[in-house]
Each structure stands twice: as C-alpha cells, then as structure tokens.
C-alpha cells in the first residue's frame, strides 16, 4: 500500500501565508508526478499545482505568483507555500502522488485525505 498523508492546513487571515506538506510513505519504488488539488464548498476539484520528479512546475492562473509548490524526492514529500492568501483559496487541499510500488508495472495515483484551508477575517 501507499499512504499519502497532508498536514498544515488551518484558518488564516487574508494576506497571509500557510504551508501545507504531503508526504507519501509505504512500499514506495519511486514517485513521478505529485500535486495539488483544491475543492471548494459547491464547486468541482481544481488543479492548483503539480511538480515532476525533475523540479518542472505548472501553475493554476488564479494562483501564480503566490503560491509555490516544491519537492524532496528523498523524503517522498510535497509542499505547498501559499502567500497572499485570499478568501477565494480557501477549500480542502488534497495532494497526490504518482507512485510505482513493488509487484506493480506502472505508476498509479494516490491521494490523501484533505487539509482544510480557512482564508477568512
């Protein structure tokens, strides 16, 4: 099994600044892509970022230039640095892993549970 555990989330004012981090752990080969997704109260997922294993980077509009998405592939984790935070981030954060495990010829993808983000005065 791969586990896929987010922390970090919680209530921030708007303006400031939350980091939230994923890591995934388990019989783990090794992992490709990894993101993030965000699902507001009545609206569908959205992709917010995703990082390659090799660093490459890919932003949603409505958060570049705040947010900042990196990775430690020797510790299989994830982060999340989101700046400027505004009323409209806010949504449960769910981070995923494109993992290959042993006995498994292709990568699949994991998901965590969810940290909630609260952007609010």
């Known amino acids: 099994q791969v586990q896929v555990v987010e922390s970090g989330g919680g209530l921030v004012q708007p303006g400031g600044s939350l980091r939230l981090s994923c890591v995934a752990s388990g019989s783990i080969f090794s992992i490709n892509d990894m993101g993030w997704y965000r699902q507001a109260p009545g609206k569908q997922r959205e992709l917010v970022a995703t990082i390659r294993s090799g660093g490459s980077t890919n932003y949603a509009d409505s958060v570049k230039g705040r947010f900042t998405i990196s990775r430690d592939n020797a510790r299989n984790t994830v982060y999340l640095q989101m700046n400027s935070l505004k009323p409209e981030d806010t949504a449960v954060y769910y981070c995923?892993?494109?993992?290959?495990?042993?006995?498994?010829?292709?990568?699949?993808?994991?998901w965590g549970q969810g940290t909630q983000v609260t952007v609010s005065s």
């Open positions: 995923s892993a494109d993992a290959t495990r042993g006995g498994l010829a292709v990568p699949l993808r994991y």
